[in-house]
C-alpha cells in the first residue's frame, strides 16, 4: 500500500510540474471515515483507503518542488449543484431546511437541476474550488458545463 501511495503522488506532482500547476487544492474532511454512512461493506473497503497518506505525501512533495499545497475542507461539495449555484455550509453549520437543487442520479453521473447531467467528481471539484475562490482570489466565471461534462482523466497505474 505505501508503494501505491507514493506512486500516486508522484504521479499527481509529475502532473503538475508538466503542466505548470503551482496549486493543489486538497478537499478534506476530519475524521471523514469516523461517520461514513456506506452500508457495512462500503465502510469496510473505504475506511482501509489510506487517505490521509496520500494527502500527507502530496502535501510534503508540493513542499519540495514549490507547489502550494492547501487543505480545503469539502463538505456537501458533492451533493451540492455548482452550475445551479447551491449554498455550500461548512460541516456542521448546514441551515434548517438546506437541499442540493440537484442529484447524483448513478455512480460518477451527477443530474442539475436544469437536467444537466455532468460528471460527479468535476461537480465536487468545481463546488470546492469555489469554497476557496474568495480566499484565493480565483474568477470561476469561465467554469462551463463542458468543463464539467468531459473531465481529463488522468491513469495512475500506465507508464
Known amino acids: 500500500m505505501r508503494d501505491a501511495i507514493h506512486k500516486a503522488a508522484r504521479k499527481v506532482i509529475d502532473f503538475c510540474l508538466h503542466h505548470s500547476i503551482g496549486r493543489i487544492i486538497f478537499g478534506w474532511n476530519k475524521e471523514q471515515k469516523q ?3 456506506l452500508g457495512k461493506v462500503n465502510n469496510q473497503n473505504f475506511v482501509l483507503i489510506p487517505t490521509g497518506w496520500l494527502k500527507e505525501r502530496i502535501a510534503e512533495l508540493c513542499q519540495h518542488y ?12 458533492s451533493q451540492a449543484s ?5 449554498e455550500l455550509p461548512n460541516y456542521g453549520e448546514k441551515p434548517d431546511g438546506w437541499r442540493p437543487s440537484g442529484k447524483r442520479v448513478k455512480r460518477g453521473l451527477y443530474q442539475t437541476a436544469k437536467g444537466w447531467l455532468v460528471n460527479a467528481d468535476a461537480n465536487a471539484a ?6 476557496v475562490s474568495r480566499t484565493l482570489g480565483l474568477c470561476l466565471k469561465e467554469m462551463s458545463r463542458g468543463a464539467l461534462t468531459t473531465p481529463l482523466w488522468v491513469l495512475l497505474w500506465t507508464a
Open 66 to 77: 514549490g507547489i502550494e499545497f492547501i487543505e480545503a475542507e469539502e463538505a456537501y461539495s
Open 82 to 86: 455548482f452550475l445551479d449555484g447551491d
Open 126 to 131: 468545481a463546488n470546492l474550488l469555489k469554497k
Open 35 to 37: 461517520e461514513c454512512g
